[in-house]
């Protein structure tokens, strides 16, 4: 059985980024957060689209390479902002950090902007075949209806136009009851509610993933039906979107997220997706003693994050940028 040995947190915002745009062009911009975000000491307010990296050791090729699985690939993904004199923390500086050259497989959790949007930024990862020819994508019917909408070309190249480089992937659609394998890692979709279809008012779903025994992620999320809180039982690691201190349409808010992880009881549990609302010492200082009381481990991920897990199961985090 393959096992997951890292996880690395590549954007643990939510889909407008932290700084927000609005607040930095305020005459007199006074939003605590975002200001901070700006500064050196203040890096892990800056937060991009979520996204995260599942690094597996694959059983058939113990020796191998790490297997690197991305969840989501947002409006962020290549992203070269210079902020003050800091860097961008897009994937542009946080996979040469950690050796990511290839990617076994890029699972999207919707087909919202922040979470497929960079897949033309892919264009160079796969032109010439100079890191790899293809990129295998996994990805519901719906979300697979908005990847040909939106990037017809990225579909079928016959599409394309100007000079007719464009990325290249392999697209697998995926169905919410069936898992599927990669690089000998069971995963299991995990469908949540995500918010309102604005016309209809049906549930919109969004597709959580469980990876194998070790991680549940749901990167969006207002609501888990108890069939998809079965599959995720005795995980030992959740992540799980936090959008803000209050709850969203779309999105758990502070109290909403910790019921989850109160109800799951994992070992480790990591909030992402959080707004400019949520400054990251304070709501990592919050949950500290939160998880104090309760008996139980709820941390802030941020940008950059590595999560080593040993056979025993043990984690231990790290970051170049401290
Ligand atoms: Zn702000
Ligand atoms: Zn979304």
């Given at each position: 059985m393959s096992v997951i040995e890292q996880v690395i947190f590549v954007g643990t915002g939510?889909?407008?980024?932290?700084?927000a745009l609005k607040c930095l062009l305020e005459k007199k911009p006074s939003c605590k957060v975002c200001l901070s975000a700006l500064s050196e000491q203040g890096w892990r307010n800056r937060r991009k689209n979520p996204s995260v990296l599942i690094r597996v050791r694959d059983h058939k090729d113990p020796q191998g390479r790490l297997r690197n699985i991305l969840v989501d690939c947002g409006k962020t993904f290549y992203r070269m902002v210079q902020l003050s004199a800091t860097f961008s923390q897009s994937a542009l500086d946080i996979f040469p950090r950690y050796d990511i050259q290839e990617l076994d497989a890029l699972i999207l959790s919707h087909g919202h902007a922040d979470a497929m949007?960079?897949?033309?930024?892919l264009r160079s990862w796969t032109s010439g075949g100079r890191l790899q020819t293809s990129v295998p994508i996994y990805l519901n019917e719906e979300t697979f209806e908005v990847v040909s909408r939106a990037f017809p070309y990225l579909v079928n190249?016959?599409?394309?136009?100007?000079?007719?480089?464009v990325a290249s992937f392999t697209f697998n659609v995926i169905k919410a009851n069936e898992s599927f394998e990669i690089a000998g890692l069971d995963i299991v979709p995990l469908p949540v509610h995500h918010g309102i279809y604005m016309q209809t008012k049906e549930p919109y779903w969004c597709f959580g993933y469980r990876f194998g025994k070790q991680v549940s992620c749901i990167t969006d999320a207002n609501y888990v039906p108890p069939e998809t809180m079965e599959k995720m039982k005795d995980s030992d690691m959740l992540i799980v979107d936090c959008l803000r201190e209050d709850p969203y349409p779309s999105h758990f808010g502070y109290h909403e997220a910790l019921a989850l992880v109160d109800e799951l009881k994992a070992k480790d549990n990591y909030f992402i997706g959080m707004a400019h609302n949520l400054e990251h010492g304070d709501l990592e200082q919050r949950l500290a003693e939160y998880s104090a009381m309760h008996n139980l481990n709820v941390r802030p991920a941020y940008d950059t994050l590595k999560v080593d897990i040993s056979s025993n199961g043990e984690t231990t985090e790290s970051t170049w940028r401290c």
């Open positions: 939510c889909s407008s980024n932290t700084p949007l960079g897949l033309d930024d190249k016959a599409n394309a136009t100007g000079g007719g480089e």
